[in-house]
Structure formats: C-alpha cells, structure tokens
C-alpha cells in the first residue's frame, strides 16, 4: 500500500468510507442484538441464562481471534485479511439470522466473533496507511464517530427492525453493509507486501485459546448443570486449568511466545489490562442485563426499550470526545477517577429501581452511566499504552483488548448466573410467607385474587412472588457491579502518569 504519496484523493475518500462501513457493522453488532434478546429467548425455547450464550460467545471469539491480526495481515497481506473479515462476518450475520435453533445462532455468532475480531484493528491500520501524517488525526477521529455510534444507533434500530419485521434482521442488516464495504475494498484498495517470515507462536495461542473457551463454557453451562457436580463441568475446568498452566510454563520458557512477560514489567500496562478487564466486566454486564428488565419486567415495547436504553451511548460519545482533549492537560489518574465515580453512582441509583421507575430516570441515569465509560476508556487506553515502547505498542493494544472482551464475557455470565439463582432464592424465603395462617391473604379483597385455597389464586401468588424475587434479585446484580467499580479504585494508585509528549498516540489505541 502506498504510504509516501497515498492513493488518489478520491480513492482515499471511497477507501474510507467502506472503512467506516466496516467498522459501523461491527460496532452496532455489540449492541443491537441486545434488545432482541427476549424475542430470540422465545423463538428458540432458551432459559435467561442460556440465550445470554448469544453475547458471550460472540466476545469470547472475538477476544481469542484478537491478538494475532497483526501476525495475519504481515502473513498473507492487509487487503486479503480485510476482504476474507468482511465476507466472513457478513456471511456469519446471515448464518444468525436463518438459525433455528440455540446451538445453532450460538455458533454462527461464533463465526461473527472469529471473523470480526480484526475489523477494528485493520480499519485503523488502512487509514493510518492511505492518510498523510497531518491528516492521520482527523482520519481517526472521523472513524471513531463510527465506533461511538455503534452504540447510540444498536438499541434503537434493532428495537425498531425487531418490532416491526423479525429479530433476524438485526442479523440481516449486516449484508448490504457488508456488501458495499466488500467490493468498495476490491475496488479501491490496494494490497500490502507479504512477510512470509513472519512467524506465530502456535503454542501459546491455541493453550490460550483453548483456556479461554474452556472457561467460558464452564460459566456458561454451570448454572444449568449444577456446577462441579456435572462431569461435564469438572472436564472443563480441568481442560482450563491444564491449558492455562502449560501457557504459562510456555510463555516464561519460550524464546519468542505468543504474550511477552517484559510487557508486564511496565505498571502502567499492568494495572491498565487488570483495570479494563474490570470495566468491560460492569459495562457489558449492565447492558445484558436492562433490555429483559425493561421488556419483561416494565413490559416495555421493543421499539421503546431500544429508545430508552440508546441515550446512554450518546453520553458515552460525548465524554470520548471531551476526554481526548483533556488527556495531556488533566490528570489521567483523575480522569480514571470520575468516570468510576459516575459509573458506580449510576449503578447505585439502579439499586433503587423497581418496575415503576420512570423512563425519565432511567435515560438519565443510562446518560451518566455512558459517561462514566466515555471519561474510562478512552484515557484509560492512554495511560496503559503509552509508557510501552513503541515497538511493542501493537502486541499491548492486543492483549489489552483481550483482557476487556474477557472481562465482558465473564461478567455477562457471572451476572445472569447469580441472576438466575437469587431469583430461586428469593422465590423460595419471600413464599415461606405465603400460608393459610397468613391474615392478609384472608382479606376478602385480597382473596378474590390470590387466595392460597384454589388453583387459579395461588397461580396468581406464584406469578407474583417470582416477579418480586426477579426485582431483588436484579437489585443484588446491580449491587455487585457498584461494588466492582469502586473495588477498582484503589488501581488507580498504581498508574504512573505520563508525560504529556508521549499522551498524545491515544487516539490510535481507543478500539
């Protein structure tokens, strides 16, 4: 690819459109298929928990096929690694939307995941290539307004695709995007020289890998199969475990491996990945669990579920963009500081909520919320990267961003696992109340609906003591991610701020 004189001016603007395109697929597919969750949980008959395997499998993919983009475009060429991400996804987002069954949305959104993951990394590789230095920071910016309104734009239009056709369309809405992005790229992109030295260490990825989905599998299917009482479960944390330790013993013995220890002799990047995997965990949690609270609970409709909940991504987009330009002239330590701040305030007020909380409050505590996360990621990227020397930049941006897509994952299940279970908790303390020696029950007026002495009223008891038992129980998780955000606090002592020469690269790591 050219990079001293560029591709002509209007090549560049078409390369950068189908970039932007790219990019826009991949980010509204972390949030659009958010709201659909409910109508997909029916169509395919899957428990809370397990249609929950939707999200995490997708991140998880993502996560694992994350770290290597870098060895896949020196391999076989930046262009050819795009083309095969954009057909593959979009071909994976018509896979989702045709499945008819969990397993098998599972896995195509597996294949999303796999295929995706070098979407972010190779968008900003292209435009970094085709612009000139004194437009590279303008270029990234116009690409990160993609990246910011993935976020607005997921909820609402799969709100309104969902309500008025099908759930699949949140999946189909992907082909022509993917088509115009594709043959854009065919057409006006040109390719990169081929290192066909360049070499990865198998080893390390595949036991990482393996550690990885290992793990995800044992949250995921825990719940279901009562955790280590299941053979199954024991087989796979014994597979983790194993694969986790032959990682380790492989990356402190290998001359070249798949994750350098020196990266972690750095304060910065080590606080900084234990910090973001703590930040995807809360964020990713929070949005897996407000579209069935809103819809099933509050009995919102899908289309204004969606409205509520995408207030929060244009608080997010809005505090990206003030705290890019405060990074260098304010503390990042204090920027970290008031972002947790918002965050586990707005998790508090959550801890309020029950099913008659206004749409007001809950799109104003969503804004807070989302910009907490603006004023966290964006210097948070700053402050982890930018001590690392620049020549082992690439290999920290990768593992940073597989530590936050862990942590999402992890978090999603950790969330709705405990969801799940205090909610038969919950159901079981709050009907040891619910007897024939209870005097309120034998109100009259109370009676006439739930009496514990004929079929129908103790149908109507049950219905609602499990709707109460829900509400606690979506309580006790928004209390767990407060807790989480202000146990990160302490981190922020670790951090070293850097100088203000070396704030500047920022822009190039927020994915």
Known sequence: MPTEAGPREGNR???????????????????????????????VSASQDQIDWVLTSYIVAAAIMTPPTGFLAGRFGLKRLFLVSVAGFTFASMLCGLAQSLEQIVIFRVLQGLFGAALVPLSQTVLLDINPRERQGAAIGLWGVAVMAGPVLGPVL??????????????????????????????FLSETKRNTATKLDWFGFITLSLTIGALQVLLDRGEQLDWFSSRE?????????????????HTFT????????????????????????????????????????????MNYPIVTAGFVMGPRGIGTMGAMLVAGRLIGRVDTRALLAFGLGLTAWSFYA?????????????????VFQGT?????????????????????????????N??????????????????????????AAIARQVSSFNRQLLDPDVARFWSPFTAAGRAALNAVITR????????????????????????????????????????????
């Open 13 to 43: 603007v078409a390369i950068t459109v189908c970039v932007i395109l790219a990019t826009l697929m991949q980010a509204l597919d972390t949030t659009i298929a958010n709201v659909a969750l409910p109508y997909m949980q029916g169509s």
């Open 158 to 187: 799969g709100g309104w695709l969902t309500e008025h056709y099908t759930w699949r369309y949140v999946f189909y809405i992907n082909l022509p995007i993917g088509v115009l992005a594709f043959f854009g790229m065919v057409t």
């Open 233 to 249: 479960i024991i087989m796979e944390g014994i597979v983790a475990g194993l694969a986790f330790y032959l990682f380790l013993v």
């Open 254 to 297: 290998a001359d070249k491996p798949f994750l350098r220890p020196a990266l972690f002799k750095d304060r910065n990047f080590a606080a900084g990945t234990l910090f973001v995997a703590i930040v995807g965990l809360t964020y990713y949690a929070s949005l897996a669990l407000q579209p069935p609270y809103l819809q099933e609970l």
């Open 350 to 366: 959550m801890t309020g909520w029950t099913p008659d909380v206004s749409q007001a409050t809950i799109v104003f505590v969503g």
């Open 372 to 400: 907490g996360l603006g004023f966290l990621f964006v210097p948070l990227s700053a402050v982890a990267l930018s001590t690392l020397p620049p020549e082992r930049r690439a290999e920290g941006a990768g593992f940073y």
């Open 402 to 427: 597989l530590s936050r897509n862990i942590g999402s994952s992890v978090g999603i299940s950790v969330v709705n696992t405990l969801l799940t279970r205090n909610t038969q908790v919950n159901h």
């Open 468 to 511: 109460q038992a829900q509400i606690i129980a979506y309580i006790d998780d928004y209390k767990l991610l407060m807790i989480a955000t202000i146990a990160a606090i302490p981190l922020l002592i670790i951090f070293r701020s850097p100088g203000r020469a070396r704030g500047t690269d920022h822009a190039l790591v927020t994915e």
